[in-house]
């Protein structure tokens, strides 16, 4: 199993622009999540999907957009990229449990710098 | 709302010395989730323990330990005779599962504590 993936690793962006960054999982988990890390303030959750097609909002999801049309995939768009979403993005995934909370798999995380 | 306290921004140790990193949260529900998430410098988070909220035994994996006191809101973090590849920073966070869903996952992390241990 590759885990949890995020695609790029990198990116740049100029204010205004769009982008969508690429998350895939492939150990057939419900639910994903986004979530955004800046310093000094921890990760925060931006989006997060407890199954295909059933999406809903975290702390900060003001300038994203997610949609979850497969189980594998979970992307993140950015509709006009603004210099206040430099950061660093990761992606997780975990099993439903009904008793036991699984632990969250992380992917290795988007940084992305925006101009 | 659920909240995460992590009140050392950074500590400094030296090599086999014991260091405790401090973490209390807050929530209304009976039931929840504690984590102890790694961060070393190559940026990748590394999954350390899951405990919930009805089992308060402390746990000890390694050089590992955790103290889990409801009464004080607490969940802290001890590394016995630290090493150089403890160095990192160390995230708590906090989930409250639905009912409905059976499962969370919404974390909600602390700020992280810098940990530094030199030679």
């Known amino acids: 199993n590759a885990g949890v993936t995020q695609t790029p690793k990198f990116q740049v962006l100029k204010t205004g622009q769009s982008m969508t960054l690429q998350c895939a999982q492939d150990m057939n988990h419900e639910y994903m999540s986004w979530y955004r890390q800046d310093p000094g303030m921890g990760l925060r959750l931006i989006h997060y999907s407890v199954g295909a097609g059933i999406t809903d909002q975290g702390e900060v999801p003001n300038g994203y957009n997610v949609s979850r049309s497969t189980t594998e995939d979970f992307p993140l768009r950015l509709l006009s990229a603004a210099p206040s979403q430099t950061s660093v993005y990761f992606c997780?995934?975990?099993?439903?449990?009904?008793?036991?909370?699984?632990?969250?798999?992380f992917g290795p995380g988007t940084r992305l710098t925006v101009l | 709302a659920q909240k995460v306290t992590q009140a050392q921004t950074e500590i400094s140790v030296v090599e086999k010395e014991d260091v405790t990193l401090d973490c209390v949260y807050e929530?209304?529900?009976?039931?929840?989730?504690l984590f102890w998430y790694k961060q070393p410098p190559s940026g990748e988070l590394v999954f350390l323990i899951r405990?919930?909220?009805?089992?308060?035994q402390n746990e000890i994996s390694g050089r590992y330990s955790w103290n889990f006191q409801k009464s004080t809101s607490s969940f802290n973090f001890t590394i016995t005779a630290s090493q150089v590849v403890d160095s990192a920073v160390y995230f708590c966070?906090?989930?409250?599962?639905?009912?409905?869903?059976?499962?969370?996952?919404?974390?909600?992390f602390g700020t992280g504590t810098q940990l530094k241990v030199e030679l």
């Open positions: 929530t209304r529900d009976t039931t929840y989730y």
């Open positions: 997780a995934s975990n099993p439903r449990g009904v008793l036991l909370l699984n632990e969250q798999f």
């Open positions: 966070a906090l989930s409250e599962p639905s009912i409905l869903t059976g499962g969370g996952n919404k974390l909600t």
């Open positions: 405990r919930n909220s009805f089992d308060e």
